[in-house]
């Protein structure tokens, strides 16, 4: 029983969702259809508005209403909203 909490515990570590508001720049770019160009995009436009919808993602400059669809469909529950840090 033990064993099988353990590699429960360890699948969630290594299966995470990537947290929109608060993920560094790398871990945005894990996700498919985001490399490190639209990560850091991503990254800009949170430190003024933050993240209250994922449907917000199409905001971002360099990614429009198909591009943030795509994006989420490939990534259907492995980005999450964290906490907005925006003061």
Known sequence: M??????LLLSTLL????????ASAQELATLKKV?????EKIIAYREKHCF???KELKKVKGINKK???KILKKNKG??????CKVK
């Open 2 to 7: 033990k064993v099988f909490i353990y590699l």
């Open 15 to 22: 299966f995470s969702a990537v947290d929109l508001n608060n």
């Open 35 to 39: 490399g490190l160009k639209k990560a």
């Open 52 to 54: 209250k919808s994922l």
């Open 67 to 69: 591009k943030a669809k």
């Open 78 to 83: 492995n980005i999450a909203l964290g906490e």
